[in-house]
């Protein structure tokens, strides 16, 4: 099956740092999306990708679809504490099986105030 | 309105009990999907519905899950008997319609067997 390899898999920065995180595929996916899940929650959607190539922006949040179709990366700008938790990749295929999600084993982001 | 719930939210239950977890999607959402992430690995999906159909099931990890959606609205999702494996956040999402309408998820049940 389909996999998404996702890096770093944790990161401990200061407030206030960039960050960036990145997922990779050697298939590719019609969709990107990244989602947070803080402790308890489910995930929660932060941005989503439908077009190679697309950049887009949610605040602070900024992701891009990659021109192969095979990756995909999201930056955080002047992390803040309540950033933290942990960051998850998706890729989605649509086939006649349906349209499920592929995620990556996300990313752990630890923010020292 | 209310989101994805799921129910309950941590069970613990010895090797060889039965568990079933419940999920209630937003209302009027067609689509419901399982998902499970077992410590530390990336969140899987098991299997998707429309309405009480089984759209996709090539998830699900053995004959020892059984998923139901009877009528459509609300799910369940059977282990039974459970194994040691089995430990893991199972989660439930929901979405409406097809196409790029992406789904909600519920808060996770956790699931420990011991």
């Known amino acids: 099956g389909q996999q998404l390899n996702q890096s770093p898999q944790s990161m401990f920065i200061q407030e206030g740092e960039d960050v960036s995180m990145n997922c990779t595929s050697s298939?590719?996916?019609?969709?990107w999306l990244w989602y947070k899940q803080d402790p308890g929650e489910g995930p929660v959607l932060l941005i989503a990708l439908y077009k190679a190539g697309e950049l887009t922006s949610n605040g602070r949040l900024t992701a891009q679809f990659g021109i192969t179709r095979k990756d995909s990366f999201l930056n955080i700008s002047a992390s803040i504490p309540s950033d933290v938790g942990i960051y998850f990749c998706?890729?989605?295929?649509?086939?006649?099986?349906?349209?499920?999600?592929?995620f990556g084993g996300g990313t752990r982001l630890m923010v020292k105030p | 309105e209310a989101g994805v719930t799921q129910f309950p939210s941590h069970s613990v239950i010895e090797k060889g009990q039965t568990v079933t977890l419940r999920c209630d999607p937003i209302s009027g959402h067609d689509n419901l999907y399982w998902y499970r992430r077992v410590m530390g690995k990336e969140i899987k999906f098991l299997l998707h519905?429309?309405?009480?159909?089984?759209?996709?099931e090539s998830g699900m990890p053995n004959n020892r899950f059984l998923a139901e959606r009877t009528g459509g609205t609300y799910s369940t999702l059977k282990v039974q008997p459970a194994e040691l494996e089995d430990s893991g956040v199972y989660f439930c999402?929901?979405?409406?319609?097809?196409?790029?309408?992406?789904?909600?998820f519920g808060q996770g049940t956790r699931l420990t067997v011991v």
């Open positions: 298939s590719i996916f019609n969709t």
């Open positions: 519905f429309v309405k009480e159909s089984k759209q996709d």
């Open positions: 998706a890729g989605r295929y649509y086939d006649n099986a349906g349209n499920m999600l592929t």
């Open positions: 999402a929901s979405s409406q319609g097809t196409g790029t309408r992406e789904a909600f």
